[in-house]
């Protein structure tokens, strides 16, 4: 049974104890109507229930004739989960001929129904009726079956008596049963079994329940998970062959596997659907928007997010109107993912999107006022996503909601739609006591700060200091961190000496990077040649080549790129030259080396660059590299013929280094 099937009937159960309408006053006739409606099965188990709960003889009759019709298969299932719902055994005489005499399909809801509500009467006639030789065999084999099932002590003990049976087919029988109610796997060992029994036999009624229960539910788990791994097996095989069909064979896959009986099929199905969506004619086009529209009207509530979800990248129309319709009219969970989607329907340009958002941002505004708070976060995130100003004072709002997870999605959103309007809201969250929140608050404030919307000097004053309180006080290095990228992208010269202690304080080593990358974010930004200068000697002072090393190579390499910085890129690239050699890299100091010396403009210039060369020269002698000693000293001849002291060096270094 379903579990719509089981809700339906558990609701039939409470509504029958609540005095608006009892099975007792239930108009018979029009549940026996319902009964046999084969075109509504939900209902028809609903009936089935009311009629079991009803105390009038006519509801009796109508269930033992409903049973005795075993021709229709839809009424006898119905009544038979009905009847194992409520442990009902009143009804054995029926169920007993439909497991004799009935269908296939009826056979099995019989035996199934007998293992649960069989009671001691029933078990005397199941043993009665297996040890009748003339009796139909296959009846004979499916009563053992429910024995095997049924669990109770009585059901054991006749299994065991049948070990003894002269029929071999019996005695099989029984041995399947007995492994089947057990777990044991004695075959066909008597005296193995009977050395079993006569251990469990003195137990309690309740020892005797738990340990069959015990056993029950081990095995259910097992068999669980043996069909999960089958299922799984399943779904790689179609991924597998998905994979190797030509492309015009696997639409008609995909289409086939949507209306697979096992969800995960259809849940793959939709996955292979958005691999084609985006190579698709205008034919497959539709049929895949045919495919996630069926696929919304699922019988599973994750096929149809998944299908509404899938709609977010398909261009049809239907798809765009169903998302707009859903974004209303449809579950909790069908509107939250239908605005997810339709901020996805209209990314991008062109005639299309615009007219499509024109119709979406209203209809997302409007979802802001949905009573659920699911849909109001989905919709004001994807608002967010669309850069709509509009969403950024509900989610300001929702930063003082109680769930967690709540003010985490409003902060992460916030991060690609705050602006200087709710600064104030942002800054008074930044003490929430979760990490995720505060690190998206601090991003928050970065993008409110860096929207291109003017910022006094005061507000601009106080939102740096509350991210220098965040840096140096927030129990998170990850959000200290964050705060102080956002400072490195937001802050003045002035921020730079309180950067700088972090970075030489016994700080988590994420906050030190972050930290020095600020500092040179801002060194960069600030286009000051003598600011640059005085840096350089702090790092030496403080013996940080490395970190030397980095901000001379970030500076040469951005102010290069900038027309008002270009000029001052010669003086960067001499100190970063001598950076270079100073932490012995004189591999990656040569080609420096050599544009510094071609665009010498003067005698002292040259001095000092051919003495850059030199050292380059010394260091691959040094370690070993004669070749690129040799071309060192070739480079330098052009320049050295007016400088003896110089040419002397050269000269030396040419005899070291030729073999």
Request: hydrophobic share 45%; charged share 25%; glycine share 6%.
């Amino acid at each position: 049974m379903s579990t719509l099937q089981s809700v339906l009937l558990c609701l039939a159960l409470m509504l029958s104890g609540t005095g608006q309408q009892s099975p007792a006053q239930t108009d018979l006739a029009h549940l026996r109507e319902i009964l046999h409606d084969k075109q509504d099965p939900r209902n028809q188990s609903q009936a089935a229930l009311l009629l079991l709960q009803s105390p009038s003889p006519e509801a009796e009759e109508i269930i033992r004739a409903g049973l005795k019709q075993t021709g229709a298969e839809d009424v006898f299932t119905a009544l038979a989960a009905a009847l194992r719902l409520t442990h009902d055994a009143r009804f054995g005489d029926e169920l007993f001929a439909a497991l004799i005499g009935g269908k296939p399909a009826v056979r099995q809801a019989a035996e199934t129904t007998l293992a649960e509500v069989a009671d001691a009467t029933l078990l005397r006639r199941f043993r009665l009726f297996v040890e009748d030789a003339k009796a139909d065999w296959n009846a004979r084999q499916a009563i053992m079956a429910v024995l095997g099932r049924n669990g109770r002590r009585e059901a054991v003990v006749i299994l065991l008596d049948q070990l003894s049976s002269t029929e071999d087919k019996l005695r099989q029988a029984a041995a399947d049963a007995l492994a089947e109610a057990t777990g044991q796997t004695y075959g066909l060992d008597v005296n193995r079994w009977q050395s079993w029994w006569d251990v469990h036999k003195e137990m309690t009624s309740e020892h005797w329940l738990e340990e069959r229960l015990a056993y029950q539910a081990s095995r259910a788990r097992r068999l669980q998970g043996e069909l999960d791994q089958a299922r799984a097996q399943i779904v790689r095989m179609h991924q597998q062959l998905f994979s190797r069909l030509p492309a015009g064979d696997r639409l008609s896959m995909v289409q086939s596997l949507a209306d697979a009986s096992d969800a995960a099929l259809r849940a793959l199905a939709i996955g292979m659907a958005l691999e084609l969506l985006p190579t698709a004619d205008a034919v497959g086009q539709r049929c895949l928007a045919d495919l996630l529209l069926h696929c919304c009207a699922d019988g599973s509530a994750e096929i149809q997010k998944a299908a509404v979800l899938a709609l977010g990248q398909s261009n049809d129309g239907r798809a765009f109107d169903k998302l707009l319709d859903l974004l209303t009219r449809g579950s909790t969970t069908l509107r939250g993912a239908a605005a997810h989607a339709l901020a996805r329907q209209i990314k991008g340009s062109g005639r299309d999107a615009l007219t499509r958002q024109r119709r979406v941002i209203p209809a997302l505004q409007k979802a802001l006022d949905d009573p659920n708070l699911e849909v109001v976060v989905e919709a004001a995130e994807s608002l967010g996503a669309l850069g709509a100003p509009e969403a950024g004072p509900v989610l300001t709002v929702l930063l003082r909601h109680p769930s967690a997870s709540v003010r985490q999605t409003a902060a992460l959103a916030l991060e690609r739609v705050a602006d200087i309007s709710i600064v104030d809201g942002l800054l008074q969250a930044l003490d929430d006591s979760d990490a995720t929140v505060r690190f998206s608050l601090v991003g928050a404030l970065g993008h409110a700060a860096g929207t291109g919307h003017t910022v006094g000097p005061e507000q601009r004053a106080r939102l740096l200091a509350h991210l220098e309180g965040v840096f140096l006080r927030d129990g998170d290095p990850g959000v200290r961190s964050r705060a102080a990228t956002v400072l490195g992208d937001c802050g003045s010269v002035a921020m730079m000496p309180t950067l700088w202690r972090r970075v030489q304080a016994n700080e988590d080593v994420r906050v030190q990077e972050k930290a020095w990358a600020a500092i040179q974010e801002i060194l960069v930004r600030s286009g000051n040649p003598d600011l640059i200068q005085e840096w350089d000697r702090l790092l030496i002072e403080s013996k940080q080549g490395q970190r030397r090393l980095q901000l001379l190579t970030e500076v040469y390499t951005r102010w290069q790129k900038r027309d008002e910085t270009r000029k001052v890129v010669p003086a960067v690239q001499e100190a970063l030259i001598q950076a270079q050699l100073d932490e012995g890299k004189w591999l990656a100091a040569l080609p420096l080396v050599r544009d510094a010396l071609a665009t010498a403009a003067s005698d002292s210039e040259i001095d000092r660059r051919l003495q850059w060369l030199l050292a380059v020269g010394q260091r691959a002698m040094k370690e070993g590299n004669r070749q690129e000693a040799l071309h060192v000293v070739r480079e330098a001849q052009p320049f050295t013929a007016r400088r003896p002291g110089l040419a002397g060096e050269f000269e030396k270094l040419e005899k070291l280094a030729k073999p």
